[in-house]
């Protein structure tokens, strides 16, 4: 991979404390769980983690706290070998989210951000030069908004293609929006940002959405469906539904973390938009069907593998 332009990914780090239960709560109930695994996630270190595991050189901006996971996070990270140039500490606690996942591998997630939410406009500022090295950025909305907004210029400004993966969704200015390349939430996000819209009906299918949010500003936007694929649109004029791989989903956690990495990855090898797009729908497949947001991550070799044996099965 040496010369290879390296993907940055400015965002989130947390330690995920993760139960297993039949089904997950509703609000006043009490359930007995199956499991309980304690994990490195945050979106930010997860969609890090995706590309190194890939084996594409991958540095990150972000923050960890001064306590004892702060430092187990960051070797976590060392030796999935993501390059922590741009990742500083401050005092207090590291992020953590509490994840509760059913026996149907669906999750709900709550975060603590503690340091994620430091991370500034000065820590892009005293890391612009690794953002103009960068052949892609990519980010999420684990960090404050300024620091998105701020970002979004820079790269708009050094002309650095942008990734706005806009999870947890937030109300976003339209001039983010006009500065991102590829834009991509999940369902409930993407029912959000169609939602900011006041014309824009609950019954919307992904190629309404997509289109608000191509005439909000966004040159490209990846819907990301779960089991129903994805839907891909441009700007440049591609509509493209992709569908999903079938597997049986042990924990979905991730998943988009896993698609935003690899989508990034494919278009730095230089895989047009849609084959990007099936390369990483395939690298989501595999996460989902293991426990956990970074241990889920699989390499090329695991990807190929299982691309080759499910076109071998369903051709
Ligand atoms: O996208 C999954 C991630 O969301 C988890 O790893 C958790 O840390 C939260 O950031």
């Given at each position: 991979m040496l010369g290879k332009k390296p993907i940055v990914v400015v965002g989130s780090i947390n330690l995920d404390l993760v139960a297993v239960a039949e089904k997950i709560p509703a609000i006043g109930e009490t359930v007995i769980g199956t499991d309980f695994q304690i994990h490195p996630g945050g979106k930010g270190a997860n969609q890090a983690v995706a590309i190194a595991r890939l084996g594409y050189p991958v540095r990150m901006i972000g923050k960890l706290g001064s306590d004892q996971f702060g430092s187990q996070l960051r070797g976590h990270l060392e030796s999935a070998r993501?390059?922590?140039?741009g990742v500083g500490t401050s005092d207090g606690p590291s992020g953590v989210a509490l994840i509760l996942v059913s026996s149907k591998g669906e999750n709900s997630i709550v975060v603590a951000p503690g340091a994620n939410g430091k991370v500034t406009p000065e820590d892009i500022s005293e890391n612009l030069a690794i953002i103009r090295e960068a052949g892609i950025v990519l980010t999420q909305l684990e960090i404050p908004l300024e620091t998105v907004e701020y970002l979004s210029s820079v790269c708009a400004r050094e002309n650095v293609p942008f990734i706005l993966d806009?999870?947890?969704?937030s109300k976003l200015s339209q001039k983010v929006l006009q500065q991102v390349d590829w834009f991509t939430p999940n369902e409930t996000e993407a029912a959000f940002y169609g939602a900011?819209?006041?014309?824009?009906?609950?019954?919307?299918?992904a190629a309404d959405t997509a289109e608000v949010l191509l005439r909000r500003g966004s040159r490209g936007v990846v819907l990301?469906?779960?089991?129903s694929g994805c839907y891909l649109a441009s700007q440049a004029g591609l509509r493209e539904s992709i569908p999903a791989f079938a597997v049986k989903a042990v924990d979905t956690t991730a998943a988009g973390d896993a698609f935003n990495g690899a989508f990034a990855v494919g278009l730095m090898l230089g895989k047009p938009p849609r084959e990007s797009a099936i390369f990483a729908a395939g690298v989501a497949s595999v996460s989902v069907t293991r426990l956990g947001a970074q241990p889920s991550m699989p390499t090329m070799a695991e990807v190929n593998s299982f691309m080759d044996s499910y076109s071998a099965t369903h051709s």
């Open positions: 993501v390059d922590l140039v806009p999870a947890p969704a900011e819209n006041d014309h824009h009906s609950r019954s919307a299918t990301k469906l779960g089991s």
